[in-house]
């Protein structure tokens, strides 16, 4: 069964930094798309970035571009998500979501309900 959990999610003043955690298991991490995701209140979700398999690429969504890091631990099964310079606007929940897929990660930022599987979400609040 595959299982993705998120962690790392808090408030924060404007300005300031969190790392986002997503552990998975159920399934070969290393062979999988991942992605981070947000949805704010009363907004769709949102790509934020993508990481391919291997770590060798990544994309960002516009607003993530120069703030935001993803990276993966392959040995950890662990996806991550360094966020910097956060801004009232990150508020969010934030979700990791894997696909095996390629061209589900080559759409990103849209179509973003695409992606199979999905963790519960981590809150991320940015006070100004």
């Known amino acids: 069964q595959v299982q993705l959990v998120e962690s790392g999610g808090g408030s924060v003043q404007a300005g300031g930094s969190l790392r986002l955690s997503c552990t998975v298991s159920?399934?070969?991490?290393?062979?999988?798309?991942m992605g981070w995701f947000r949805q704010a209140p009363g907004k769709e979700r949102e790509g934020v970035a993508v990481?391919?398999?291997?770590?060798?690429?990544?994309s960002y969504a516009d607003s993530a571009k120069g703030r935001f890091t993803i990276s993966q631990d392959n040995a950890k099964n662990t996806l991550y998500l360094q966020m910097n310079s956060l801004k009232f606007e990150d508020t969010a929940m934030y979700y990791c979501?894997?696909?095996?897929?390629?061209?589900?990660?080559?759409?990103?930022?849209?179509?973003?309900?695409?992606?199979?599987?999905w963790g519960q979400g981590t809150q991320v609040t940015v006070s100004s």
């Open positions: 979501a894997a696909d095996s897929r390629s061209w589900v990660a080559h759409l990103f930022p849209v179509y973003v309900n695409y992606w199979n599987y």
């Open positions: 159920g399934y070969t991490y290393s062979n999988y798309y």
């Open positions: 990481i391919y398999p291997g770590g060798g690429t990544t």
